[in-house]
């Protein structure tokens, strides 16, 4: 049977929000190892990232973002898109703030503290090597911390930023969690587009020691969530706007408006001017970091969404949030 194949990795966040959304869309499709197959992949891969999907044509496409919006022009249903163009436009903003932010919630707990990365590097190793003897792991888990923990700089996570990292990720979770009390996703009964970049950073935090043991002690309806994203399906209609600004006001607010959308902003600038390293005022703290190419890109196409939503009807709705801001081209 024609299948697409995605090849990924259990601990990249972007990898799980590929499997869970063809699982959502039911289509036919197979999760490879990257590492149990590396001659496929280098066939098919153009840079050395995963997630890669692999087409029934068998054209190789990368990037989870633009490759669900390849297949969503193919199979726009189910759909996960609400049609309230406000609450589609929320997902829209929640998917990339997943993607990009969110990542450095799971990327700086990940590596921050002691039993964290023995856990990942633990579970990155045999990844790498199931059948290492003891000893042979042990190697393997030094190297991979040695590399990961000489990462973290990459997603923004140090010294300066990593309290701030923390007190975004815990802020974030009582919000989510309310509202997510009285419904399964996000956006209601089925899961949006936003639910997927939201959940494959979270769900990948849940999976090490220190966030998985806070969201298990603290917040039982993201960990509900959690579980659910792992096969997503309809259990009702999307909610509009009007019900959902309550919950996820504050969240665009506290984590778009102050502080992803100027940060965001901020390291673009920094990437235009050439600059080694950009400051920002991120929720009233001093935010300094080497600038990140990816999510300028990103954030072009964040605009060209904007430009081709009714803008007047979100404006008028999130406008108050500041999560607007720097988004008219
Ligand atoms: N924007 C990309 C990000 C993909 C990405 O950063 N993947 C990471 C793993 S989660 C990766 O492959 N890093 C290089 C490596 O692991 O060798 C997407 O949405 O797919």
Do not use: C, F, T
């Given at each position: 049977m024609p299948e697409y194949r995605i090849f990924g990795a259990e601990l990249s966040p972007y990898s799980v929000k590929m499997r869970s959304y063809f699982r959502f869309k039911g289509l036919p499709h197979r999760w490879i190892l990257?590492?149990?197959d590396p001659a496929t992949y280098q066939k098919y891969?153009?840079?050395?990232?995963?997630p890669l999907v692999v087409t029934p044509e068998d054209e190789g496409i990368q990037d989870s973002t633009p490759i669900i919006e390849t297949v969503e022009a193919r199979?726009?249903?189910?759909?996960?898109?609400?049609?309230?163009p406000v609450a589609a436009f929320a997902s829209v903003l929640l998917e990339e703030f997943g993607d990009e932010w969110g990542n450095k919630w799971m990327f700086h707990y990940r590596w921050a503290r002691r039993a964290d990365q023995l856990n990942s590097g633990g579970r990155i190793g045999r990844t790498m090597n199931?059948?290492?003897?003891d000893e042979e792991h042990q190697q393997i888990i030094e190297q991979v911390l040695e590399r990961m923990t000489n990462r973290v700089w990459f997603v923004g996570s140090n010294e300066v930023t990593a309290a701030q990292i923390e007190r975004s990720f815990m802020e974030a979770l009582p919000v989510l969690d309310a509202h997510l009390e009285s419904r399964p996703y996000l956006f209601g009964a089925g899961p949006a587009f936003g639910d997927f970049g939201m959940w494959g950073q979270i769900y990948n935090a849940w999976t090490d020691p220190t966030c998985g043991a806070i969201i298990e002690a603290k917040y039982p309806n993201v960990l509900a969530w959690i579980h659910r994203m792992l096969f997503p399906r309809i259990e009702g209609d999307f909610e509009t706007w009007d019900t959902l600004a309550a919950g996820l006001t504050p969240l665009l607010k506290e984590q778009?408006?102050?502080r992803f959308m100027p940060w965001t902003l901020a390291n673009e600038a920094a990437i235009a001017a050439g600059d080694e390293e950009f400051s920002v005022q991120v929720a009233g703290e001093t935010w300094t970091q080497k600038p990140q190419k990816y999510h300028a890109k990103s954030l072009a196409v964040l605009r060209q969404k904007y430009a081709a939503a009714d803008k007047a009807a979100i404006e008028a709705a999130l406008g108050v949030t500041g999560c607007l801001i720097g988004l008219e081209a």
């Open positions: 990257r590492n149990s891969a153009k840079i050395p990232i995963i199979y726009p249903e189910p759909a996960i898109h609400p049609d309230d199931p059948d290492a003897s778009l408006g102050d």
